[in-house]
């Protein structure tokens, strides 16, 4: 979705991202601390084919659900629009 | 009433008060006399031993904690006989039955092989969804040599050189006393295992079936 920013000024460090579903801030608590993975494809093929950038979601971004994750690199601006996996680990259920 | 003593540190472990000003002010001296002869001939010696303290500050070491090691708590949902939900590694997607929490914090647990290709294992609690299903496992009964121990890596009998290098593209040689091993514990614990699975009606399909979401399910919602 994006990364963090204020108007004028964005701190890529920090990815917005929306998950699927999730429209309130109350529900976000069960997806804290899930490790997030950004899958995309190199050009050559082989086992370097697919890449991941792994993360996991911090904290809550406002009221609808959206939701601030860090991952090991920072997010490639392509990634912006592009879809996530959240994975269901580390689980507290 | 949290007993305090009536002696003012004046530093770490001296008082201003010696020893007979504190007889008398803690109250000592009217119990004097009144135990049996026996007490009085225990009591003689250890007063002679903390007679003198060391002149200069002994400092305790502060309490290890390195060797107090109890296994994590279990989450609330996990108990003997639940059915896991594995969420990554080899067996994502399936679902198991938790038989005991090993003393490293692991979770032991079975498919049972038979069922779902699970064999005896050890998984992580974060990496588990705990169900509310539950299996009656009493009378399972886990071979006690079964511990985190038994999970270490066996290595294979080393090749020389030569051997190795032909015998490179080859499947690795599993150690044949290993794999017997497993299967006969294997073996041992799934026949009560499966009794009980096979007690419940759909249950053995249940655990064949792998857990997955789909579009528009949301695991926040869901109640396992």
């Not at chain 2, 003198?52 to 400092?59: Q, T």
């Not at chain 2, 051997?163 to 514990?185: C, S, T, V, Y």
């Amino acid at each position: 979705m994006g990364y963090k920013r204020g108007l004028r000024n964005q701190y890529a460090h920090t990815a917005l991202l929306k998950l699927e579903n999730v429209n309130d801030r109350k529900d976000v608590d069960f997806y804290l601390g899930k490790r997030v993975a950004y899958i995309y494809s190199g050009k050559k093929s082989g086992e370097k084919k697919h890449r991941v950038i792994w993360g996991k979601i911090m904290r809550a971004h406002g009221n609808s659900g959206t939701v601030r994750a860090k991952f090991r690199t920072n997010l490639p601006p392509k990634a912006i629009g592009q879809k996530v996996r959240v994975m269901l680990y580390p689980s507290t259920i | 009433m949290v007993k305090t003593s009536r002696n003012i540190p004046l530093s770490r472990g001296i008082g201003l008060y010696g020893r007979s000003k504190m007889f008398k002010r803690s109250g000592k001296w009217k119990f004097v006399n009144k135990g049996g002869p026996k007490k009085a001939a225990v009591e003689a010696p250890k007063e002679l031993k903390t007679r003198f303290y060391p002149a200069d500050d002994v400092k305790k070491p502060l309490p290890s904690r390195k060797n107090k090691h109890k296994p994590t708590k279990l989450k609330a949902t996990i108990t003997p006989g639940t059915v896991l939900i594995i969420l990554a590694g080899r067996f994502r997607g399936k679902r198991v039955v938790f038989l005991k929490q090993l003393e490293s914090g692991l979770l032991l647990v079975s498919g049972p092989f038979k069922i779902n290709g699970v064999p005896l294992r050890r998984v992580n609690q974060a990496y588990v969804i705990g169900t509310s299903t539950k299996v009656d496992v009493s009378s399972v009964k886990v071979p006690e040599h079964v511990n985190d121990a038994y999970f270490a890596r066996v290595s294979s009998d080393a090749q020389d050189g030569e051997e190795a290098l032909f015998a490179q593209g080859a499947a690795p040689k599993i150690n044949e006393e290993w794999l017997a091993k497993r299967k006969a514990d294997q073996k041992e614990v799934d026949t009560a295992l499966l009794k009980a699975v096979k007690a419940v009606p759909l249950l053995k399909q249940y655990l064949n079936a792998k857990f997955s979401l789909t579009n528009g399910q949301a695991p926040h919602e869901m109640k396992f």
